[in-house]
């Protein structure tokens, strides 16, 4: 069975800095991309991040570029995301996702985690 | 990169068959074969229902379905039941730097 544990969220207050972490079981975590997809509290869904199974490819929204890093450890079947600068915008649920192919483009979001809560506010 | 438009809330009686749509522009949904669709309901995480357009995963009950059409992609949920009352959320790659939009989601009520 699938799973997708994520933690690391709480409350920051704005232009800290916050990591997030997702532990990956029940499949075999170095074949397959991963996604961070966040959801502010009523709201939509938004893309956040993707990382393809080796690292060689990353791509982010263009709200989170150049505060956000993505980051995985497949000995670890770990996901990470480094997220700095933190505005009151990025407080969301933030869940961890599995693509469905190895790439991280083009490519469905099959299994999702619970999410992990960030709040930023002072 | 703008979020896809979807109506804000379809409704059906039980056993009905309704259909959501997904517009975008000739950049995300009218330019590839990348459209997904995912449920979500009230608490709990979203669950890929149609990827690929008009593609089932296992498990998933085939009174789902999905189709495109130029640049907007349609769910139908036929034999509506009451456990299909959710939100519902249209995915597509795009061409854009961020390179995956969602749509602004549609809740579905079973009257």
């Known amino acids: 069975e699938v799973q997708l544990v994520e933690s690391g969220g709480g409350l920051v207050q704005p232009g800290r800095s916050l990591r997030l972490s997702c532990a990956a079981s029940g499949f075999t975590f170095d074949d397959y991309a991963m996604h961070w997809v966040r959801q502010a509290p009523g709201k939509g869904l938004e893309w956040v991040s993707g990382?393809?199974?080796?690292?060689?490819?990353?791509g982010y929204a263009d709200s989170v570029k150049g505060r956000f890093t993505i980051s995985r450890d497949n000995a670890k079947n770990s996901l990470y995301l480094q997220m700095n600068s933190l505005r009151a915008e990025d407080t969301a649920l933030y869940y961890c996702a599995k693509s469905k192919r190895g790439i991280y483009s083009s490519s469905p979001f099959d299994y999702w985690g619970q999410g992990t809560l960030v709040t930023v506010s002072s | 990169q703008s979020a896809l438009t979807q109506p804000a809330s379809v409704s059906g009686s039980p056993g009905q068959s309704i259909t959501i749509s997904c517009t975008g522009t000739?950049?995300?949904?009218?330019?590839?074969?990348?459209v997904s669709w995912y449920q979500q309901h009230p608490g709990k995480a979203p669950k890929l229902m149609i990827y690929d357009v008009s593609n089932r995963p296992s498990g998933v009950s085939n009174r789902f379905s999905g189709s495109k059409s130029g640049n907007t992609a349609s769910l139908t949920i036929s034999g509506l039941q009451a456990e299909d009352e959710a939100d519902y959320y249209c995915?597509?790659?795009?061409?854009?730097?961020?390179?995956?939009?969602f749509g602004t989601g549609t809740k579905v009520t079973v009257l």
């Open positions: 995915s597509s790659y795009t061409s854009s730097s961020t390179i995956y939009v």
């Open positions: 990382i393809s199974w080796n690292s060689g490819s990353i």
């Open positions: 000739s950049s995300d949904v009218g330019g590839y074969n990348y």
